[in-house]
């Protein structure tokens, strides 16, 4: 791909408004651009680090039985008022009407359209599980949208509903999600923490957090070093540096940004809005749910957060928007521009290349390069006339001179 | 993939309000879930349709150097006032305040969106040519939705937005992407014409709609048979049978679904929205625009309408859900279930299948299969301990019983 027509619109100087490194630097970087308070436009970089979040986070569900599709963001208030949410939620709902001047939201979430979708199905234990997602742009107006991602009005969520016969069977599959969610946070090379609020009541209030610690998170989590697990409550008497007494571990005290959760719905939703089955006992019972969020914005922001330093951006493996970043220091002589498209026409072959085609200076160019935050640059300069390119590991900032006949092999090595 | 888990729920009559044969259709399939007027659910069969077509759309622009990303629903008044066009859109255009009482509109189109967030980067001739585009719902507040998909209040499209410094520069990436829009719904198997106005005049006005000829469109087009154009103005004189004089072709009329559009927009939005930039000759111009949308869910109903009768649907290869559909008559004995399962495993390594796991009646199974619309199907029954599979080609109708170890070259033939 073209830089030139890739449109990184990248900025010496971040926002006024950019509080924290990764919000300041998505701005710099051409990933974000803001059109209203918390509203975002996410550019091509984003969009592609974006969609690989999703493919992780698609891949997980699907093998576990999961099963997508896309509901609509316009909620009539009818579904809203069976629910009893329409009164109870406050003004972080969006809420307009239709040329009838009838009442609509903009869905926060999904509870309300999933269930009269299924209502009528679900008729039979024989019908049940079922798991049902969403990736779909999400609505909250926040007082204070804040922090760019972290705290938008409008972003993007994976959000699942699943649906039991019984406690067991949504005990089932919420183990089932936990380790879906460690696996997508995991591949997307994100370190979580687990925060569990485990009331051990029957059909409700069992949740799990998945925090990305940070300097930036919006809330404080204390945690054990030594366990993946950070539990408020257990640890809330303890303070940063103290050794927890169950384990031995120190305890750390940092923000976390809260990147997923999973809920157990219980039956507050099947019974409000008559979503009842036929059990095997012949009896009609409302259908007990559970729901599972992702915030795929947010996931990208924490990503961010989590690989950068101030002026400068690596993105892990399975997210980057590219692989490799090919920068001529010159490309202008047609000779060359035709050796250099071979180049990168042969690399991509099996590499998503991109190609710094700009007429700028070499100093630009390597700027942007760190802000783009490809892994793997390869400077073409004055020596590729002689076969010799220049190789760096931006992982470890390892830089070397090769020769391109050892490309393939160098490249074959990273296991890119 | 399991029916069971897949969320299928066909239904035996379509519902009342539904007046054409795909919103029929799509319904009893259980492709689609009405939540209010023209807002509805894309289910999981009718999403990995909605994904085909994505897929091919991003395949077609992509290697013509168009670049994706996502804009927001929510758009500002302010650059909608500085548009003109708050003022001069209708009761089409939804409308909603929020906390703090400041306008905003759920975006019908981008024009105001992607004007905004080039016009900073395009400071020069050099930042040109730019193709955006970006795959996202869209709202309209129709007067009157109707026919399903067809006019919807909430509804998917593709919109690609483009940046040039000269009119021939405009020209140019015009004629890719009407080639690269002839393609997308080729592929998609979809039979479409050209309606062309082309009007000449220098800085727009010059738009192409494709159109998949139907019996139910909203437009009435005249066309001839031998051209592979449709052009209103030119046939108006001429009615259905008529010759047309230039060719020797025959007249056609017929209803057509607009599922395409691209228009030469000129400097109407760069002018009023001030996004200029420095021309080769140093001067300060409003950079020249097109814009092109293809309504997704639109071209999945009209693929229905194209691929079905009243009561059965096969999709076409490049769309369907599925490439095969596994129907055992029998899904309950463990020692069935288990080479039943086995069988799958196998197939789904070249293969997407969709397997009916039910616990229903033949009848029923069958009855679904006709509506989900796989369009090959392999009946497992009696004679599946003997090593024979019932094949039904649904292109062409064509049954056969199978031995399991021809089963491999019979589907490598069908070149699925």
Redesign the interface.
Known sequence: ??Q????V?TLKEAPKDAEVKSHKLMARAGLI?Q??AG??????L???V?RNIETIIREELDKR????????????RD?WDESGRWDLYG??L???K??KE?D?C?GPTHEE?VT???R??INSY??L????YQIQ?K?R?E?RPRFGLMRG??F?MKDLYTFHENQEDLDRWYQSMKEAYTEIFRRSGLETRIVSSDTGQIGGDEADEFMVMSEVGEDTISYCMSCSYAANQEFSGLSDGDVCPKCGGTIRTAKGIEVGNIFKLGTKYSESMNALFTSREGKREPVIMGCYGIGISRTLMASVEQHSTEDALVWPKELTPFDLHVVPVNYRDDALIEKVDGLVRSLEKDYRVLLDD??ERAGVKFKDADLIGVPYRMVIGKDFSNGKIEFLNRYNDHKEVLDLEDLAETLKSLNI
């Open positions: 791909m073209k030139s027509l890739l449109f619109p651009k059109t209203s509203v975002y436009t996410y550019l091509p984003a969009h592609r974006i039985g999961c099963s997508e599709m896309l509901m609509p963001a316009l909620q009539p579904l003004p972080e969006m809420r307009l239709d040329r009838r609509f903009l359209i009269h979708a299924v009528d199905y024989k019908k599980p079922l798991a049902l742009t609505f107006d007082m009005r409008e993007i700009r007429d």
